[in-house]
């Protein structure tokens, strides 16, 4: 982007959407290129201080499908500098930065997508580990149960039948 272009993102300069006096505003409400022959003439153009020499420009929205999701804007300091060549160049330039958007946000879907499927996985194999856990404690608890099962009923036979032998005469 060039000197000016650092310059521009250093102070985080944008344009509002609703800035009436602005071709990159307009073409990005509008989802039109906007092109003005020479500026100076245009009463819709909002000059760039860091960008003095400009006579011509050239609005280019970037658009995914429908939506419009930045806008190319091209300055000759010529007027007239522009022409129909620049702007199919200009439009099959904003088509590959949306190709381009689309796949970086398909790519940044599928990560995500990833890393919550290996979460869930993870989660998974814990629920699993644990629920074996459970099941090994639950064998456990009832052989115990039985063990005092079988104990107590022992014993109760065991008292009975010594019960028995004292009521006899």
Do not use: C
Request: glycine residues 6%; negative net charge; charged residues 25%.
């Amino acid at each position: 982007y060039g000197q000016t272009g650092a310059e521009m993102k250093s102070q985080g300069y944008s344009i509002a959407l609703d800035a009436g006096q602005s071709l990159v505003a307009r073409a990005a409400r509008e989802g039109q290129v906007n092109t003005v022959e020479d500026v100076r003439a245009d009463s819709n153009w909002l000059p760039n201080p860091l960008l003095p020499d400009t006579r011509s420009e050239m609005a280019v929205p970037v658009k995914l499908g429908d939506e419009v999701v930045g806008v190319l804007d091209m300055q000759s300091e010529r007027v007239g500098g522009l022409s129909q060549d620049d702007e199919v160049a200009f439009k099959a330039l904003a088509n590959q930065v949306a190709v381009a958007l689309t796949n970086a946000r398909l790519f940044e879907e599928t990560t995500q997508s990833r890393e919550e499927a290996q979460i869930a996985k993870e989660n998974a194999e814990q629920a699993k580990e644990e629920a074996i856990h459970a099941r090994e404690e639950t064998e456990i608890a009832n052989k115990t149960l039985e063990a005092q099962i079988w104990q107590t009923t022992g014993q109760a036979q065991l008292n009975d039948k010594v019960r028995g032998e004292q009521d006899i005469p």
